[in-house]
C-alpha cells in the first residue's frame, strides 16, 4: 500500500507544513540551518526531494525505510536518479529475519526527548485526540519530540513549538524564526458562540480543556502577555484566567488586570490545591466537568476584586491613622512631635 504522509512526516524533522505539503530538514546532510527537504502527497503518491541534492536512498536510509521495500519505478526496478522528486510506494511494513516490523517501534526510540505516545499517556489524554489537533512525532537535534502547530483563526499554521521534554525546565522550543503567540485561535468560535473562554499557560491545559468541550485559549508563558492579543477576544462576555499559585500566576494577574480592554470582563479563577486543569484532570478524570463547573462558579470578575481590596486597603489605612485623625488639635500633636 502506499505510505501514509503522517507516518513518513513522523520521521522527520519538519520546519513548516501546509496541509499534505511539508519542508523539513534533510536528515542525510547538515541542514539544521534552512530546511531543503520537500516532502509532499499529489495524486496518491508521496513526492520526497532534498534540493541540495541528497539521493532519496540516502534520505530514505536515515529516517529507517528501505529503497528495495519503499520505492518503486516504472512497476519494478528501485533505482531513482538523484536530485528527482522520489515517489514513495511502501509495501505493507516488511519484517526482517527477525521478525520484527521495519518500521522502529516506541522501544526501540532513545530513552530521552518526548514522543506523542509518552505525552498521551502523561496528560491522560487519547493520543488520537491529540493527533486530530494537529500534534506529531518529529525528530528535533536528534531527539524524539512533539510537533505542536499554532493554527491562526482561519486554520493557517502560523507557528510551531516543540515539545522536546516531559520534565524539567526546558520542556519546549520554537520552531526558528517563530514568535510566542497565543494557542488556539482557530477554535475561539466555540469560545464565542459558549460566550466565556478560559485563559491558561500552555499547551497542555488547553488541551485538557478541549477535550473536556471547554473553550480555551493559551499563553506561551505569563510574561509573554501582550495586550495586542486581547483584541482576539472581543465579543466574548467572560474572560476567565487561570490563575496558578506561583510566580508566574502573580506576573499574569497583574499583567491582564492593568488590560483595560479585557478587565471589565475578567473573572479570577483557582482551582484550589490543583496547580491547573491539567492536574485537576490528572487527579480525577470523570469528574473533572463537574469539579472545573464548580470552579467557574466561584471565579470572581475582577473589578469586584479591586473593590474589595480597596476598601479592605482603606479599613487598614483607617485603623492606623483613626487616633491621629480624630484628635482635636492636630496641629498641636504635630508640633509637639516636632519638639
Not at 273 to 281: G, V
Request: glycine fraction near 8%; proline fraction near 6%.
Amino acid at each position: 500500500m502506499l505510505a501514509d504522509f503522517e507516518d513518513v512526516l513522523d520521521r522527520l524533522d519538519v520546519a513548516s507544513r501546509n496541509g499534505e505539503k511539508a519542508m523539513c530538514f534533510c536528515p542525510a546532510h547538515d541542514d539544521r540551518t534552512n530546511p531543503s527537504l520537500s516532502l509532499k502527497a499529489e495524486n496518491g503518491r508521496l513526492l520526497l526531494h532534498c534540493f541540495a541534492g541528497c539521493s532519496p536512498e540516502e534520505i530514505v536510509s536515515k529516517i529507517g525505510l528501505g529503497m528495495k521495500d519503499l520505492f518503486s519505478e516504472g512497476g519494478g526496478g528501485s533505482s531513482i536518479p538523484p536530485n528527482t522528486p522520489a515517489r514513495l510506494h511502501a509495501q505493507s511494513e516488511k519484517p526482517h529475519s527477525n521478525g520484527q516490523n521495519e518500521r522502529a517501534s516506541d522501544d526501540a526510540r532513545p530513552k530521552h526527548g518526548c514522543t506523542l505516545k509518552e505525552y498521551s499517556e502523561v496528560k491522560k489524554l487519547p493520543e488520537g485526540f491529540l493527533r486530530g489537533l494537529g500534534l506529531r512525532n518529529v525528530t528535533y537535534k536528534q531527539k524524539p519530540a512533539v510537533r505542536i502547530p499554532y493554527p491562526d483563526e482561519e486554520g493557517q499554521e502560523v507557528a510551531v513549538r516543540f515539545r522536546t521534554s516531559l520534565e524539567g525546565t526546558e520542556k519546549f522550543r520554537w520552531r526558528s524564526g517563530d514568535k510566542p503567540r497565543t494557542y488556539g485561535l482557530g477554535l475561539l468560535v466555540e469560545a464565542r458562540k459558549a460566550d466565556y473562554v478560559v485563559l491558561v499557560e500552555g499547551e497542555s491545559d488547553c488541551h485538557t480543556l478541549w477535550f473536556h468541550e471547554t473553550p480555551a485559549l493559551g499563553i506561551p508563558g505569563a510574561n509573554n502577555w501582550r495586550d495586542r492579543w486581547a483584541s482576539y477576544l472581543d465579543g466574548i462576555e467572560k474572560i476567565y484566567a487561570l490563575i496558578e499559585p506561583d510566580q508566574g500566576g502573580d506576573t499574569l494577574r497583574e499583567k491582564l488586570t492593568r488590560c483595560e480592554v479585557i478587565r471589565e470582563r475578567l473573572h479570577l479563577l483557582e482551582l484550589d490545591e490543583h496547580k491547573d486543569p491539567s492536574a485537576l484532570h490528572l487527579a480525577d478524570p470523570e469528574r473533572f466537568r463537574e469539579r472545573f463547573g464548580v470552579a467557574l462558579e466561584k471565579a470572581k470578575p475582577w473589578v469586584e476584586l479591586e473593590r474589595e481590596q480597596a476598601e479592605a486597603t482603606s479599613l487598614e489605612a483607617w485603623e492606623h491613622c483613626s487616633e491621629l485623625a480624630k484628635a482635636p488639635n492636630i496641629l498641636e500633636r504635630f508640633a509637639a512631635e516636632l519638639a
